[in-house]
């Protein structure tokens, strides 16, 4: 049993150039992976990163696409570079010079206000963001000078780290949950100085705990296409396995529940990745039931259809 050849699933840690939109990174390996005169690839990104920042942007192809949640939920790790001497009003090199600052702090001094920033915090994201205010994007507003109210938000930094200060230039290494914006960070930290806090690099080095490297240049990507495609499976680490035979693959991939009547009912859920041989079904969640443990089908793979339907 097979997936059809033309069927392309699976993930790519692209390291995003500086410059590049999410977009545009997602359209460049649909290039890489489509053939002529077939039906294009259905592809997207696990985590929008600016067009300023480098780094990991998780893209997943195919049916691959269906778990994309899993990386925009997931924690991320940046190294963030910012200028506390000023601040523009994209709160990036990218923006317009709208405040400058002549003092100076000491390294202790950073140092003493970084644990401020650690735990659950309340954030307002730029204003020159894709967030969504009454159904158009922020950054479309903030562009034409319309006045922008962005509300805070709840994120959690799970660590930051003084990497180096050299004034007035700040490295940190930040690990946080979905929904923190680092330039707010890099704002907030030198709002709290009486000082500015702009941009000047920022890298994403994690979605998800997956390892730095794991990543690979467009350069790379071109020259081998096939070993820089992770498997679907290693996306979803996470989950257990389950590997079913024939009839109940099929009956799996209709959305049947299936009663597993080699096991003893279990008060435990878990997430299921769902095999038949090495091709993989879906997933499911496995619950207890009267007798036996039974599995509820929750997200079935087209390609999966195609060979068993």
Request: hydrophobic content about 40%; overall charge neutral; proline content about 5%.
């Amino acid at each position: 049993m097979t997936i059809a050849d033309n069927d392309i699933i699976g993930i790519v840690f692209l390291d995003k150039p500086c410059g590049w939109t999410s977009r545009r990174a997602v359209n460049e390996v649909i290039r890489v992976f489509s053939r002529p005169g077939q039906k294009r690839i259905k592809a997207g990104h696990a985590g929008t990163l600016d067009p300023l920042a480098t780094g990991m942007l998780p893209i997943l192809l195919g049916d691959a696409t269906r778990f994309a949640e899993m990386g925009l939920n997931a924690e991320k790790s940046y190294r963030v570079s910012f200028d506390l001497s000023y601040q523009t009003d994209t709160l990036d090199m990218e923006g317009e010079v709208c405040a400058r600052f002549d003092a100076e702090i000491s390294r202790v001094q950073l140092e003493l206000l970084l644990p401020g920033f650690s735990g659950e915090i309340e954030q307002v994201p730029p204003a020159f963001s894709a967030i969504r205010i009454d159904g158009k994007r922020a950054h479309d507003l903030a562009r034409k000078g319309e006045r922008v109210a962005m509300q805070g938000r709840r994120i959690t930094i799970h660590a930051i780290r003084l990497v180096a200060f050299e004034y007035p230039l700040v490295t940190l290494d930040v690990s946080c949950s979905k929904g923190t914006y680092i330039r707010s960070l890099a704002r907030d930290i030198g709002e709290c100085l009486g000082m500015g806090g702009c941009v000047t690099c920022l890298r994403r080095l994690s979605t998800g705990g997956w390892p730095e490297a794991l990543m690979v240049t467009p350069e790379q990507l071109v020259a081998n296409r096939e070993s820089c495609l992770m498997p679907l499976s290693q996306w979803l680490r996470d989950f257990y396995h389950l590997i079913l035979p024939g009839e109940l693959a099929r009956r799996f991939v209709q959305g049947q529940r299936i009663q597993l009547k080699d096991t003893k009912a279990d008060a435990e859920e878990k997430n299921m990745a769902v095999f038949a041989e090495d091709i993989l079904l879906g997933t499911g969640m496995l619950k207890g039931g009267m007798r036996h443990m039974v599995l509820h089908p929750d997200k079935i793979m087209p390609s999966a259809q195609k060979v068993f339907l």
